[in-house]
T-cell receptor
């Protein structure tokens, strides 16, 4: 069965500190991989995506993610978090039918 | 702003009723997707349309139906509503509905069934 695991429900990071959000997936083949962000009352915004090629993907807002086939992981990183990054982050995999993880809520402390 | 619009923003109704959620895709996009976000099930893919035709189906209940009209807007119809149908319903659109297309999400419609 296809599934996405985001093991951290909540993460609190100090402003200016680095961030890593974890994502592991189970899929029949190597799927396309995505990270979306959802701010309160908003829809989902695509941060970045991986289809093939370079396993380190750059996205918007200073985010990057690294695809590791051997670990079935696609972790999201940011070197320095800003207060405006506080939101819920979803990892998703698939092709047309996206399968989403349960999300990680990021809190940013001053 | 993704360019995808959804109406209404909020909907409150009673069990047993029927509602219609509307989605207008981004200008030029031919494919529309519907997702349900609930506390217990998370974000789940419901159905995809491409240029008026159903292309892919997910965990959509038989009480739910959707269609995409010639002007490319889409409607999701939910009938015989149950308390468990309370959720945020997202519409997304993409250019061609291909695997490599980026899906752009609307702000969602929050449905509350009392």
């Amino acid at each position: 069965a296809q599934s996405v695991t985001q093991p951290d429900i909540h993460i609190t990071v100090s402003e200016g500190a680095s961030l890593e959000l974890r994502c592991n997936y189970s899929y029949g083949a190597t799927p396309y991989l995505f990270w979306y962000v959802q701010s309160p009352g908003q829809g989902l915004q695509l941060l970045l995506k991986y289809f093939s090629g370079d396993t380190l993907v750059q996205g918007i807002k200073g985010f990057e993610a690294e695809f590791k086939r051997s670990q079935s992981s696609f972790n999201l990183r940011k070197p320095s978090v800003h207060w405006s990054d506080a939101a819920e982050y979803f990892c998703a995999v698939g092709f047309q039918k996206l399968v989403f993880g349960t999300g990680t809520r990021l809190l940013v402390s001053p | 702003d993704s360019g995808v619009t959804q109406t209404p923003k909020h909907l409150i109704t009673a069990t047993g009723q029927r509602v219609t959620l509307r989605c207008s895709p981004r200008s030029g996009d031919l494919s529309v997707y519907w997702y349900q976000q609930s506390l217990d099930q998370g974000l789940q893919f419901l159905i995809q349309y491409y240029n008026g035709e159903e292309r892919a189906k997910g965990n959509i209940l038989e009480r739910f139906s959707a269609q995409q009209f010639p002007d490319l807007h889409s409607e999701l119809n939910l009938s015989s509503l149950e308390l468990g149908d309370s959720a945020l319903y997202f519409c997304a659109s993409s250019a061609d509905g291909q695997h490599t297309d980026t899906q752009y999400f609307g702000p969602g419609t929050r449905l509350t069934v009392l």
